[in-house]
């Protein structure tokens, strides 16, 4: 079983790894194939054209997650 195959278990594992960077590191949680995976969100914001705003579920830093999501939105426009 992918230890990613549910939202809980992808947020919670996503969460952690924020708690463990002193540096304010967040991440986001995406859709990827039957199940998540987990990117940091710098890599989303850099690779934003290959996201779509449905994709990304869930990221630990709230105002990171509006950026990222207005990114895309524009990008789209």
């Given at each position: 079983?992918?230890?990613?195959s549910?939202?809980?278990r992808?947020t919670r594992?996503?969460e952690?790894r924020a708690n463990n960077?002193?540096?304010g590191a967040?991440f986001?949680?995406?859709?990827f ?7 940091d969100s710098?890599?989303v ?7 779509s ?6 990221c630990?830093?709230?105002y990171?997650?509006?950026q990222?999501?207005?990114l895309i ?5």
């Amino acid at each position: 079983m992918n230890p990613l195959s549910t939202i809980e278990r992808a947020t919670r594992w996503a969460e952690n790894r924020a708690n463990n960077y002193t540096n304010g590191a967040s991440f986001c949680v995406c859709k990827f194939n039957d199940g998540y995976i987990v990117h940091d969100s710098k890599f989303v914001k850099e690779h934003y054209k290959e996201f779509s705003f449905e994709e990304i579920i869930f990221c630990t830093n709230e105002y990171v997650f509006k950026q990222i999501i207005a990114l895309i939105r524009i990008d789209k426009i």
